[in-house]
Antibody
């Protein structure tokens, strides 16, 4: 299970940190992703933090590269998304998701489960 | 990035009918395509991955087909809980991308 928090209303240029608390599995052992969905649109992939086994490296979408930072606290089993220099285009519901695993196989860019989402609104 | 175009945008059907949704990719994605279902106020849920494999717990009335650039999701006998928005997604070409969605609504 994944539970996001930290969303809210901010102004253009401000920062916000989102949290994603996991239960039932270790975030260090799974590739974790952030996705977002603007009103009336399809989901958009934001970034991923690979598992320790894969080197715990991070990748970002071009739209957020240099502004967003993903990190992890293994003790709290929580993944974070630090969002800086926010723009109006960043307004969306933000979801964290794990890679989908079936049996002993995990699939890095199939997303399941997802959290319930947290709304980020950026206004000028 | 790979653009996924879904059609139709809206599909109006009655319970018990068969629904067929389409997803076209701007370039080949091999068979690395997934389908998700999203209900109002909820997160998307994975239905189909690798074009035709049902995710854990997904009923057999959901089936996927296709390869390369043309894919389809079929719901063989619509149940009331199937009326929702459906998205396709590819993972072959970086970054992963989603389609714009098809809304299946009650006729």
């Amino acid at each position: 299970q994944l539970v996001e928090s930290g969303g809210g209303l901010v102004k253009t240029g401000e920062s916000l940190r989102l949290s994603c608390a996991a239960s039932g599995f270790s975030v260090a052992e799974a590739s974790m992703h952030w996705l977002r969905q603007a009103p009336g649109k399809g989901p958009e992939w934001v970034g991923r933090l690979k598992s320790d086994f894969e080197g715990a490296t991070v990748d970002y979408a071009a739209a957020v590269q240099g502004r967003f930072i993903m990190s992890r606290d293994d003790g709290d089993n929580t993944v974070y998304l630090q969002m800086n220099s926010l723009k109006s285009d960043d307004t969306a519901v933000y979801y964290c998701a794990s890679e989908y695993c079936s049996g002993n196989a995990c699939y890095w860019a199939w997303f399941d489960p997802w959290g319930q989402g947290t709304l980020v609104t950026v206004s000028s | 990035e790979t653009v996924l175009t879904q059609s139709p945008v809206t599909l109006a059907l009655s319970p018990g009918e068969r629904a067929t949704l389409f997803c076209r990719a701007s370039e080949s994605v091999s068979n690395y395509l997934a389908w998700y279902q999203q209900k109002p106020g909820q997160a998307p849920r994975l239905l189909i991955y690798d074009a035709y494999n049902r995710a854990t717990g997904i009923p057999a009335r959901f089936s996927g087909s296709g390869s390369q650039t043309h894919f389809a999701l079929t719901i063989s006998n619509l149940e009331p809980e199937d009326f929702a928005i459906y998205y396709c997604q590819q993972r072959t070409n970086w970054p992963p991308t989603f389609g714009g969605g098809t809304t299946v609504e009650i006729k």
